[in-house]
Antibody, heavy 120, light 106 residues
């Protein structure tokens, strides 16, 4: 059974840092591109980052570029999101999601999310 | 950047109704569009991909279609389980979601 389990969320002050993790199981993690998607309280979904299988190619939404870093450890079946210079508007549930195909493809599995609250 | 404009933002309907939700792309996206359902407190669930392909296990009352840059999710006969929020997504290197449609009980 495919499982994605996020962790690392919590309360952080504006300007602070936090690192999220996503533990993958039930599939060959190294064969899939992975994404982070967030959802502010009561708002819609916002895609924020994409990492390909070997970490060779990485993409970010403009809203997080230069502040967030996506990475993966295929040996540990884990995806990460290092977040710096956090702002109040970064407050959201952060989901990791698996991209099904190797090229442009939909997100077929999602984690349950981890809540990040940026507040003083 | 490609923008996805989803409408309506809220839709009131009753069990048994046929409903449609629309997503318009700001330019051609060659059918790279998915629909997700999200229930309160839960992660999104993939319903349809590549415009009209039903994800395994999704009831056949859900369907997707395209006309130019306009994409439609149709639920042919609403069931109690279907009241949720729906999102379209254009997926490529950079993904873009629509604003969401909350389907509520009339």
């Amino acid at each position: 059974e495919v499982q994605l389990v996020e962790s690392g969320g919590g309360l952080v002050q504006p300007g602070g840092s936090l690192k999220l993790s996503c533990a993958a199981s039930g599939f060959t993690f190294s064969s899939y591109s992975m994404h982070w998607v967030r959802q502010a309280p009561g708002k819609g979904l916002e895609w924020i980052s994409h990492i390909r299988t070997s970490s060779s190619t990485i993409y970010y939404a403009d809203s997080v570029k230069g502040r967030f870093t996506i990475s993966r450890d295929n040996a540990q079946n884990s995806l990460y999101l290092q977040m710096h210079s956090l702002r109040v508007k970064d407050t959201a549930i952060y989901y990791c999601a698996r991209q099904r195909g190797s090229a442009w493809s939909e997100f077929d599995y999602w984690g349950q999310g981890t809540l990040v609250t940026v507040s003083s | 950047d490609i923008q996805m404009t989803q409408s309506p933002s809220t839709l009131s309907a009753s069990v048994g109704d046929r409903v449609t939700i629309t997503c318009r792309a700001s330019q051609s996206i060659s059918g790279w569009l998915a629909w997700y359902q999200q229930r309160p407190g839960k992660a999104p669930k993939l319903l349809i991909y590549k415009t009209s392909t039903l994800e395994s296990g999704v009831p056949s009352r859900f369907s997707g279609s395209q006309s130019g840059t306009e994409f439609t999710l149709t639920i042919s006969s609403l069931q109690p389980d279907d009241f949720a929020t729906y999102y379209c997504q254009h997926y490529n290197t950079y993904s873009t979601f629509g604003q969401g449609t909350k389907l509520e009980v009339k």
